[in-house]
Nanobody
Framework: QVQLVESGGGLVQPGGSLRLSCATS????????MGWYRQAPGKQRELVAR???????NYVDSVKGRFAISRDYAENTVYLQMNSLTPEDTALYYC???????????WGQGTQVTVSS
C-alpha cells in the first residue's frame, strides 16, 4: 500500500527558505516518478517539480533556479528545497507518486506553505 506523508510547510517571510519532505512507504523510486505539485486558492493544481527513476528533473519555469527536488533512497523520502520564496509560492503543496507501468497516481494529504511578511 502506497503512503505519502508530507511535512515541512509553514509560514515564512519573503526571501526565506523551506524544505518540504515526503516520507513514502510502498514506493520504489526505481519505478515511480516522484513529484511535487501545488494548489493556490482559486487556482488549479500545478506541477512544481518532479524526478524520474532515471534522475531526470523537471521544474515549472516560475521555480527554476530557486527550488530543487531530490530523493533519499535510504530514507525513502523525497525533498523539495525552496529558496528565495515569494508570496506567489503560497499554496498547498502535495507529494505525488506516479507508477510508470500502471500509470496510477498517488497523493499525499498536502502541506501548507505561506509566504508573507
Amino acid at each position: 500500500q502506497v503512503q505519502l506523508v508530507e511535512s515541512g510547510g509553514g509560514l515564512v517571510q519573503p526571501g526565506g527558505s523551506l524544505r518540504l519532505s515526503c516520507a513514502t512507504s510502498g514506493v520504489s523510486f526505481n519505478i515511480y516518478r516522484m513529484g511535487w505539485y501545488r494548489q493556490a486558492p482559486g487556482k488549479q493544481r500545478e506541477l512544481v517539480a518532479r524526478i524520474t527513476p532515471g534522475g531526470i528533473l523537471n521544474y515549472v519555469d516560475s521555480v527554476k533556479g530557486r527550488f530543487a527536488i531530490s530523493r533519499d533512497y535510504a530514507e525513502n523520502t523525497v525533498y523539495l528545497q525552496m529558496n528565495s520564496l515569494t508570496p506567489e509560492d503560497t499554496a498547498l503543496y502535495y507529494c505525488n507518486a506516479y507508477h510508470l507501468l500502471t500509470t496510477t497516481d498517488y497523493w499525499g494529504q498536502g502541506t501548507q506553505v505561506t509566504v508573507s511578511s
